[in-house]
């Protein structure tokens, strides 16, 4: 070989091996970490004491989830370890942790007191992410076997609220034999275990509580919902029974249907409707002077309709007619209105369409029956006093109400308030949501707002009445054309607004098969106002 040529295979075994040498490098470093994590896992044994997930909030930024604990031992095993729970453990408990130890291996144990103390015993507070008795179960719904939101806000920020999980963890180093060295302390991990980032709601805790218990009190079925009358923020939302999240099983088959959130559900809404038909009446100029004899039933075409007062209310004006609620007066007053104006005013007031609360939080649409149809004046007679196809949500009639309360405006109902910033104590991104518009005029809001006031003064709303500064609302005895045991069942309504004059809450029960809403929803009604009244007390003698 030439001189040339042995330079020339020189400088290409340099250039070789720079190549390779640069090759193991770049594998080095793409692997190290992969290699670490292997030799570390070879040389640790890892135990997952708890996983979190992201927070859901009120209004005032108090936690509705992860609010409860308990405690978990990681239990490294050793005679005085065996000691110390043997004394502190429940009998099958001990008997189960017990057989643990001949493993070797760390492993976990629930405990109920924290104040456990031995060498090779570490104690954990944990987070449940639903309380024992959760409140507003149907609002934040629950998780799937996989742990994926499945219901409510957990299914509608289910990416949001995965994305700010957690993890605590504890790690053993180990020898060879994969054996725990119980001279070195284990290493405790707490990846994202703490963080606050979540969704901020409108309800208010103590409200929400307030509805629950009032309504558990008095309601086997039906629904409680607590609104801003000039903004639309829910309050409370409470529908009945409710349902424990931590075990839906339990719920499935239940007759009683749990896990349907009534908030939302479409109903007959009997005489409650009737604002509807007061607004429209007034805008075409009748007046609340406008006189109607009842005689306990009118015949429209050859189709008796009966008052509830077989005997007859007599001459009424329409101020009377809305405190005794008297059917036969509002059929009148539908045929002097005019078929048109009813539906247009139903259709302005939001019947017949979903309101969306929240990012995918939507409510049913209810029912509004086609215009055409109410040509028909048997089927304008029943759509007069709210019977027939007509359905709406707990909601809906929330809204209806807020209308008369806030001096004519719609309202947008909302449960979502936003996104909490990374501290879980400010609103980082709003839920954006239409301002309110005036759909009626303030004098016809006016108007009807004192004829409610009166319903509650000395008409069928007198059990609403509360202790202080007084309400308005309208009671409602839905025919639901369903019959049980050949009788029909009927669905009783109490929708009001509270204080009187400056009304700021709207307050809608719903208590499914009870047959008088100013027996069996007006008053839950009035004992919710007594209590949110006396809350606000409280709370501002606290602030200042």
């Known amino acids: 070989m030439s001189r040339s040529q042995k330079r020339t295979a020189v400088i290409f075994s340099s250039v070789i091996l720079c190549f390779a040498l640069l090759f193991l490098r770049v594998f080095l470093v793409a692997t190290g970490d992969e290699l670490q994590s292997v030799a570390k896992s070879q040389s640790s044994y890892t135990l997952t004491v708890d996983e979190s997930r992201g927070t859901i909030y009120d209004c005032n930024f108090q936690p509705l989830v992860n609010s409860e604990s308990s405690y978990v031992l990681s239990i490294l095993p050793s005679d005085e370890a065996a000691a110390a729970i043997a004394d502190a453990l429940p009998a099958e408990e001990r008997i189960k942790a017990l057989t643990l130890f001949e493993s070797g291996k760390p492993f976990l144990q629930k405990a109920d007191t924290p104040y456990i103390y031995a060498k090779g015993i570490d104690v954990f507070t944990v987070k449940h992410r639903y309380a024992t008795k959760q409140l507003a179960a149907h609002i934040i719904g629950h ?63 103590e409200l929400q509580q307030i509805a629950e218990e009032e309504g558990a009190r008095m309601i086997q079925k039906g629904a409680v919902v607590i609104m ?89 004006d329409m101020n009377g007619a809305l405190e005794h609620s008297c059917n036969p007066y509002f059929i009148n007053l539908g045929q002097q209105t005019g078929y048109d104006k009813l539906y247009e005013m139903a259709v302005r007031m939001g019947f017949g369409r979903a309101d969306e609360l929240g990012q995918g939080i939507k409510t049913a649409s209810g029912s509004l029956p086609e215009m055409a149809t109410l040509q028909n004046k048997a089927v304008l007679a029943n759509f007069s006093f709210g019977q027939g196809e007509l359905t709406a949500t707990p909601v809906q009639i929330a809204k209806l109400v807020a209308v008369f309360a806030n001096g004519g405006k719609m309202v947008y109902p909302s449960v979502v308030e936003g996104i909490s910033d990374t501290t879980g104590s400010q609103l980082a991104t709003p839920y954006e949501r239409p301002q309110a518009y005036q759909i009626i005029s303030q004098s016809i809001a006016e108007t009807v707002k004192q004829m409610m006031v009166n319903v509650v003064e000395k008409g069928s709303g007198k059990n609403a009445k509360p202790i202080k500064n007084g309400a308005g609302g309208k009671t409602g005895s839905a025919q639901t054309g369903v019959y049980e045991a050949d009788k029909e069942i009927v669905h009783a309504w109490f929708a009001g607004f509270f204080p009187a004059q400056t009304p700021k809450y709207v307050v809608v029960v719903l208590n499914e098969g009870m047959n008088s809403g100013g027996d069996y929803a007006a008053p839950v009604f009035r004992e919710i106002a007594d209590r949110v009244q006396n809350l606000e007390m409280r709370r501002v003698e606290k602030d200042s």
């Open 228 to 316: 801003e009358a000039e903004t639309g923020k829910i309050r409370a939302a409470a529908s009945f029974p409710s349902f424990s999240p931590t075990d839906i099983a339990a719920s499935l088959n239940d007759k009683n249907a749990p896990l349907v959130n009534r908030c939302f559900a479409a109903y007959n809404v009997g005489s409650t409707f009737k604002l509807s038909g007061l607004a429209a009446a007034l805008e075409a100029g009748i007046t609340t002077d406008y006189k109607y004899t009842c005689g306990g039933n009118i015949t429209v075409d050859t189709l008796n309709f009966f008052c509830h007062n077989r005997a007859g209310h007599g001459e009424l």
């Open 143 to 205: 998780l799937d076997s996989e742990g994926k939101g499945a219901m409510g806000i957990e299914r509608a920020y289910d990416e949001l609220l995965t994305a700010n999980s957690g993890r605590l963890s504890v790690t053993y180093t180990v020898d060879a034999l994969r054996h725990p060295l119980a001279s070195i302390a284990p290493e405790v991990t707490r990846e994202g275990y703490e963080n606050p980032q979540g969704v901020v709601l409108t309800l208010d805790k």
